[in-house]
């Protein structure tokens, strides 16, 4: 398995962007896809974006395309995630999570990191 730490969450206005980052330990890096999800208060977690094993792939859900990129650096052990034009409703609890296959939904990653919260002011 792969241990996971996010960072860079903070409070934005809207309109502003920010760059999460994922650092994860472990010499398997390479394997594993990484996925950001996200979990707004009283709302289920959801899905973000993810990025393929050698960063070639990234695949975004539809409420972020054209709004967030991601990339990895498996040499650093790195995922950012880019997100532009920020709205108050995408404040949530960004996490970072693996899986050895391209995955879309929570069920389906094997590791979690414990978060960075995101707040956007309007």
């Known amino acids: 398995q792969v241990q996971l730490v996010e960072s860079g969450g903070g409070l934005v206005q809207a309109g502003e962007s920010l760059t999460l980052s994922c650092v994860a330990s472990?010499?398997?890096?390479?394997?594993?896809?990484i996925g950001w999800f996200r979990q707004a208060p009283g709302k289920e977690r959801e899905f973000v974006a993810g990025?393929?094993?050698?960063?070639?792939?990234?695949y975004y859900a539809d409420s972020m395309k054209g709004r967030c990129v991601i990339s990895r650096d498996n040499a650093k052990n790195t995922v950012w995630l880019q997100m532009n034009s920020l709205k108050p409703e995408d404040t949530a609890v960004y996490y970072c999570?693996?899986?050895?296959?391209?995955?879309?939904?929570?069920?389906?990653?094997?590791?979690w990191g414990k978060g960075t919260l995101v707040t956007v002011s309007s």
């Open positions: 990025v393929d094993w050698s960063g070639i792939g990234p």
């Open positions: 472990g010499r398997t890096f390479s394997t594993y896809v």
């Open positions: 999570a693996a899986s050895p296959i391209i995955a879309r939904t929570p069920q389906e990653m094997s590791s």
